[in-house]
């Protein structure tokens, strides 16, 4: 089964920009994987931020965007908020199965 | 009110058996695929399950695969999860998601422990 990787922790400022990737042990990131990326906020279930790649929900703030970078899938957050303070997981699929990355833990600080 | 209700969590010896519930509500159940993720303790997400909207194919992770048994009932509204030969490792809640992950459940856990 592959591994998907994910910074660990990252810190922002208020205000400021920041980018989380998320890579695959088989190789290059595309959109056959049909990354997604989920909000986790203690005590909560998760919440779909950006699906097939780049593409929002209706209640994802605008400050998020998804993309393909580096041959990694990519989420950047422009100009973080003290309620983006969270664990940020990504997901690809591959044909039969899926997997979840190991989180990123953003600061907002 | 569209949402997904997850049931039958609980304490189990490890060996032991455990079959969990979701129940969907507000929208077409039985058009859409949906999967069972887990997340253990202080831990992150980890996908288990998931199944075709018909419920014809069947999808495992690795770490569950031959001991989990996923299922729907479409006239019912309902998945299922049926869990065997349960080890401490299996400990975590269990979340219901729907295929496009745009609706999850509050989770149920599950504690495997002598």
């Known amino acids: 089964q592959a591994v998907v990787t994910q910074e660990p922790s990252l810190t922002v400022s208020p205000g400021g920009t920041v980018t989380l990737t998320c890579g695959s042990s088989?190789?290059?990131?595309?959109?056959?994987?049909?990354p997604y990326w989920f909000q986790q906020k203690p005590g909560q279930a998760p919440r779909t931020l950006i699906y097939d790649t780049s593409n929002r929900h209706s209640w994802t703030p605008a400050r998020f965007s998804g993309s393909l970078l580096g041959g990694k899938a990519a989420l950047t957050l422009s100009g973080a908020q003290p309620e983006d303070e969270a664990d940020y997981y990504c997901?690809?699929?591959?044909?039969?199965?899926?997997?979840f990355g190991g989180g990123t833990k953003l600061t907002v600080l | 009110e569209v949402q997904l209700l997850e049931s039958g969590g609980g304490l189990v010896q490890p060996g032991g058996s455990l079959r969990l519930s979701c129940a969907a509500s507000g929208y077409t159940f039985s058009t859409y695929a949906i999967n069972w993720v887990r997340q253990a303790p202080g831990k992150g997400l980890e996908w288990v399950s998931g199944?075709?909207?018909?419920?014809?194919?069947?999808y495992y992770a690795d770490s569950v695969k031959g001991r989990f048994t996923i299922s729907r009932d479409n006239s019912k509204n309902t998945l299922f999860l049926q869990m065997n030969s349960l080890r401490a490792e299996d400990t975590a809640v269990y979340y219901c998601?729907?295929?496009?992950?745009?609706?999850w459940g509050r989770g149920t856990l599950v504690s495997v422990s002598s």
């Open positions: 998601a729907k295929a496009l992950w745009d609706l």
């Open positions: 199944i075709s909207a018909g419920g014809d194919n069947t």
């Open positions: 088989t190789g290059t990131v595309t959109s056959g994987h049909y």
């Open positions: 997901l690809l699929s591959y044909s039969a199965s899926k997997v």
